[in-house]
Nanobody, 124 residues
């Protein structure tokens, strides 16, 4: 079993930056791909980006490409989401999720374990 805990959310003005962390427990972290999702008020949860195991290949949603960067530190069992040039439409609860294997899936039902989420609010 894997437990995930997000941190780093907060309130920021448009154009600003935030860095989120996803800390994991469990012995298989290096074999996990980690995804980031968000849920905006009144909307469905959507894929933001993800990072695979074994080489750290990344994949991003078009809406965040060029602004968000995902990285991982297997020694610390952590994944990071660096968010730059934030926009009001980036507001939402951000979740990290894990799945075994190298694939980065954009469907949330493809991910097995989820954190509790952290709120990101971008003011205009």
């Amino acid at each position: 079993q894997v437990q995930l805990v997000e941190s780093g959310g907060g309130l920021v003005q448009a154009g600003g930056s935030l860095s989120l962390s996803c800390a994991a427990s469990g012995r298989t972290f290096s074999r996990l791909s980690i995804g980031w999702f968000r849920r905006a008020p009144g909307k469905e949860r959507e894929f933001v980006g993800g990072i695979s195991w074994a080489g750290g290949r990344t994949y991003y949603a078009d809406s965040v490409k060029g602004r968000f960067t995902i990285s991982r530190d297997d020694a610390k069992k952590a994944v990071f989401l660096q968010m730059n040039n934030l926009k009001p439409e980036d507001t939402g609860v951000y979740y990290c999720a894990s799945r075994l294997g190298p694939a980065i899936e954009t469907r949330d039902d493809a991910w097995l374990y989820w954190g509790q989420g952290t709120q990101v609010t971008v003011s205009s």
